[in-house]
């Protein structure tokens, strides 16, 4: 059962957690957690030796009694003790002291959307285990719409993009309901590693996933649309040799090889507007793609999408924040119900 937004109002706090990130918001407070979604223990102790930005750092550099955890894959927890252990450790002893000493305890969480029932007893677990005696679930469309100033309540079509780390979620959306949705397992994850099998095949050169990001940066500006520079220069190490060396990257490649990661997002773009009624089309051929998530600042994917599709498209304000600031509004109770009452 969805929650009602009258549900959401009695809610303390709301989490959105990500594949790449966790955010909390807490009601009266504003968002006071937008971390990475890793957690660094010792094996030997099975102490939590670090979580966060921290603990990203950490990836792929650590003696072999660190192991660096993510326990929320693909949108869903998959180790629900790790998943609280760091959402404590991010909250810190002030926040959290501050949460438990409501009596009635209540949270939201968001949910990808058709999420399946394991996976939302995940969600609702690991914000029991902060001490939450309710939980409310949130579908991650409608939180992002709402968060990104969509006019969701109104009986207009408003279409969103939710371009998460795993996944990409389209749908159109009107008077506060989805009426088509699509979900597809390919986000900025995908895209980064094309660009990292692009190098290792093309240029025999390894690239660690977290220099991928200096690497879009690089191609940024209007970098992986065809305005950019043609040729980068990216520093990794040889395949063969192990040692270090540059290469100059081809752009115009770069940008064939994550094509095939976005070719999946456009697909649902088409079935979404195919299954969806004449008359909600038409009201988004003026209104276009409204693009939330992290993946949506990957240089150049919203040109991508106005040649693809014909319709114009915006990206929002903040884009990777827009799940739980849209959360956070419903908490606040500053969205007006609409109110579908019996015509007498
Ligand atoms: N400036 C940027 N340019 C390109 N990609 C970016 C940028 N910033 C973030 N990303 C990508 O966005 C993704 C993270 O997006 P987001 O924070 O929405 O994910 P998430 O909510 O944790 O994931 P999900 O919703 O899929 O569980 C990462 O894959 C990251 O590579
Ligand atoms: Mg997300």
Redesign the pocket.
């Known amino acids: 059962m969805p929650a009602t937004l009258e549900q959401l109002r009695r809610c303390h706090f709301a989490v959105?957690?990500?594949?790449?990130?966790?955010?909390v918001y807490v009601k009266g407070t504003g968002l006071v957690v937008d971390q990475p979604?890793v957690a660094a223990m010792n094996t030997r102790t099975g102490a939590l030796i670090a979580v966060g930005e921290l603990a990203e750092k950490m990836t792929g550099r650590t003696p072999d009694y660190i192991r660096v955890v993510r326990p929320?894959s693909?949108?869903t927890v998959v180790d629900i003790e790790m998943a609280q252990r760091m959402l404590r450790h991010l909250l810190g002893d002030k926040m959290r002291r501050a949460l438990r000493r409501k009596p009635f305890l209540r949270g939201a969480v968001c949910t990808?959307h058709n999420a399946d029932p394991l996976a939302q007893r995940a969600a609702i677990e690991t914000l029991v285990g902060l001490g939450s005696r309710r939980v409310e679930l949130v579908d991650?469309l409608i939180a992002a719409a709402v968060g990104c100033g969509l006019p969701v309540e109104q009986p207009e079509a408003s279409m969103i993009m939710?371009?998460?780390?795993?996944?990409?979620e389209v749908a159109v959306l009107s008077l506060g309901n989805i009426v088509t949705a699509e979900r597809v397992r390919v986000?900025?994850?995908a895209?980064?590693h094309a660009i990292v099998q692009h190098l290792r095949h093309e240029h025999e050169l390894m690239l660690p996933s977290q220099n991928?990001?200096p690497l879009?940066?690089a191609l940024?500006g209007n970098g992986l649309t065809s305005h950019g520079p043609a040729a980068t220069e990216i520093h990794g190490r040889d395949v063969c040799t192990g040692l270090a060396r540059s290469v100059l990257v081809d752009t115009a490649a770069v940008r064939d090889a994550i094509q095939t990661p976005l070719t999946a997002v456009l697909d649902s773009i088409g079935k979404v507007l195919r299954d969806c009624p004449p008359d909600l089309v038409a009201d988004l051929a003026d209104r276009g793609i409204m693009m939330?998530?992290?993946?949506?600042?990957?240089?150049g994917?919203d040109d991508m999408l106005r040649q693809a599709t014909s319709m114009p498209v915006h990206i929002a304000e903040r884009?990777?924040?827009c799940?739980v600031q849209g959360l956070g509004t419903m908490l606040e109770g500053r969205v007006e119900p609409l109110e579908l009452d019996p015509v007498t």
């Open positions: 959105d957690l990500g594949a790449a990130r966790t955010r979604s929320v693909g949108g990808p991650t939710v371009c998460g780390a795993a996944a990409t986000g900025g994850e895209v980064d991928v990001r879009q940066l940024s939330v998530g992290g993946s949506a600042l990957l240089p994917f884009p990777d924040v799940a």
